[in-house]
T-cell receptor, first 114, second 117 residues
Framework: KQEVTQIPAALSVPEGENLVLNCSFT??????LQWFRQDPGKGLTSLLL?????REQTSGRLNASLDKSSGRSTLYIAASQPGDSATYLC?????????????FGKGTKLSVKP | NAGVTQTPKFQVLKTGQSMTLQCAQDMNHEYMSWYRQDPGMGLRLIHYSVGAGITDQGEVPNGYNVSRSTTEDFPLRLLSAAPSQTSVYFC????????????????FGPGTRLTVT
C-alpha cells in the first residue's frame, strides 16, 4: 500500500530564505504527484502537479521535482515571504492498492517570519 | 466557474442523527471523491466515483453512504452520526480517472466542519 511521508512536520524560516520541503513515497508505480497549500480553516489549493513522465514543474517562485526511482519529491520555495506561511501537503496518485486515488502525507507547517 | 462547492460550511449533529453533506462541481469532471481530515491523521479517502452511477469505497467508508446520479453532484450521507465522525470533510473532483493518463489535477472544495456531540 502506498504511503506518503513529509519531513519536517514543521519549519520556521526568516523572510527571504530559500527553502525545500520534502515528500517521500513507498511505491514507485506512482502516476502523478500533487502539491497543495492549506491555510488554517480553509480548503486545499493546488500548487503544482507533476505527471509520472515529468521530472519537475515550476510556477512562479515554486519548483517541484519528482524522482520516482528514489521515491522522493521536493517543493522548492524561492525568496520566501510571510504570505507563504501555511501547511503544505503532498499527495501521490497511483501505486499498488491505491486504485489511482490520492494518498496524502500529513503535511509540513511552514512559518515565514518577517 | 464556481469550481467545487460544498454545503453546509458548519454543522453540529447529535449522536444518531443523519444528514447529507452536499458537493457539486461545474467543471464536467468525471471523478469525484470525499475525504475527511483529522488532526494527526491527515486526509483519508471515504468514497469516490468515476462517473454517474459508479461509486466505490475508499480507506474509511464505514458509516457513510454515497450515490452519484448526475455528473455534477456527489452527496455524502451520514447514516447515524457518531462522535468519531467529528471531522472536516472535503470533496474533490478531477477531469477523469483513466489510469493510463493520470495527469489530471484534483480540485478541492472549501470543506464542511462537522461536530457530533
Amino acid at each position: 500500500k502506498q504511503e506518503v511521508t513529509q519531513i519536517p512536520a514543521a519549519l520556521s524560516v526568516p523572510e527571504g530564505e530559500n527553502l525545500v520541503l520534502n515528500c517521500s513515497f513507498t511505491d514507485s508505480a506512482i502516476y502523478n504527484l500533487q502539491w497543495f497549500r492549506q491555510d488554517p480553516g480553509k480548503g486545499l489549493t493546488s500548487l503544482l502537479l507533476i505527471q509520472s513522465s515529468q521530472r519537475e514543474q515550476t510556477s512562479g517562485r515554486l519548483n517541484a521535482s519528482l524522482d520516482k526511482s528514489s521515491g522522493r519529491s521536493t517543493l522548492y520555495i524561492a525568496a520566501s515571504q510571510p504570505g507563504d506561511s501555511a501547511t503544505y501537503l503532498c499527495a501521490g496518485a497511483g501505486g499498488r492498492g491505491s486504485q489511482g486515488n490520492l494518498i496524502f502525507g500529513k503535511g509540513t507547517k511552514l512559518s515565514v517570519k518577517p | 466557474n464556481a469550481g467545487v462547492t460544498q454545503t453546509p460550511k458548519f454543522q453540529v449533529l447529535k449522536t444518531g442523527q443523519s444528514m447529507t453533506l452536499q458537493c457539486a462541481q461545474d467543471m464536467n469532471h468525471e471523478y469525484m471523491s470525499w475525504y475527511r481530515q483529522d488532526p494527526g491523521m491527515g486526509l483519508r479517502l471515504i468514497h469516490y466515483s468515476v462517473g454517474a452511477g459508479i461509486t466505490d469505497q475508499g480507506e474509511v467508508p464505514n458509516g457513510y453512504n454515497v450515490s452519484r446520479s448526475t455528473t455534477e453532484d456527489f452527496p455524502l450521507r451520514l447514516l447515524s452520526a457518531a462522535p468519531s465522525q467529528t471531522s472536516v470533510y472535503f470533496c474533490a473532483s478531477s477531469y477523469n480517472y483513466d489510469s493510463k493518463t493520470w495527469g489530471y489535477e484534483q480540485y478541492f472544495g472549501p470543506g464542511t466542519r462537522l461536530t457530533v456531540t
